[in-house]
């Protein structure tokens, strides 16, 4: 098997110091076994993502000599693809759509928090048989499993465990018709075949959600590892931006 891994920074600012880790982890990992290192942007964050940030990361890696294999590639240049994989999804009926407005989700959310509940959707759209027209507006949510848990062998951490029921139907596209991040990164490593993701524990929750999906396309699920995270002086961690404007951190 050809090791393949990843670096996938948000262009919402300059690569900071904790990322420029990420990126060295996955490069050296891939070439330490003969493998590739692919560099992909993942800038569907439309409102915060920049051209400046981009350049600047670009320069980072230049800086660092952490030459990529493949890419880059840019999640809003693949929205197509997105949306026939969850057209696909919505046929299969692993995904559906929900007509849910805001004010409902947001009584719900505070109902359950009332009762101490964690936040999630009920799942009303996905055993709902209402009849709604073509243009209504609504998003659209994967299928999550009811039962069972997520297990998946993290390198660093070893067995994580996740329950199905903590876990809620992720929106996959908004009412805008843009794919969200989590459906897209799914997407991304399946079709770049990515085998290793290395990246921060704060993505930690993240996993159980994109194997789910995965496992609903029959694709395969990458070896996980998630490193700590690089806290500043204040105990917080390392950012991308300063109240004084961006900085870069690495050059």
Not at 1 to 10: E, G, L, V
Not at 223 to 247: E, F, L, P, W
């Amino acid at each position: 098997m050809k090791i393949k891994t990843r670096f996938a920074p948000s262009p919402t600012g300059y690569l900071h110091v904790g990322g420029a880790r990420t990126a060295l982890y996955s490069w050296l990992f891939a070439r330490n076994h003969g493998g590739e290192f692919v560099l992909r942007i993942e800038d569907t964050d439309l409102e915060r993502s920049t051209p400046e940030a981009i350049e600047a990361i670009m320069d980072g890696m230049n800086w660092l000599s952490l030459e990529w294999d493949e890419g880059p590639y840019y999640q809003t240049k693949r929205f197509d693809r997105y949306n026939a994989v969850i057209d696909q999804m919505l046929e299969e009926g692993t995904a559906y759509k929900c007509y849910c407005s805001k004010e409902r989700l947001e009584a719900l959310r505070e109902e359950q928090m009332a009762k101490g509940e964690k936040p999630r959707y009920d799942g009303r759209c996905r055993h709902s048989h209402d009849h709604h027209a073509d243009d209504e507006p609504c998003v659209v949510r994967f299928a999550n499993p009811q039962e069972g848990s997520v297990v998946f062998d993290d390198q660093i951490r070893g067995p994580i465990e996740f329950s199905n029921q903590e876990l809620d139907d992720l929106i996959i596209r908004r009412t805008d018709g843009s794919p969200t991040y989590n459906f897209c990164v799914v997407v991304d490593d399946w079709d770049m075949e990515i085998t290793h993701v290395i990246r921060g524990e704060d993505h930690i929750n993240n996993t159980p959600r994109q194997i789910n999906i995965l496992k609903a396309l029959k694709a395969p699920v990458p070896v996980y590892a998630h490193v700590s995270m690089i806290n500043g002086d204040d105990g917080k961690k390392t950012v991308q931006t300063s109240r004084g404007g961006q900085r870069n951190a690495v050059s």
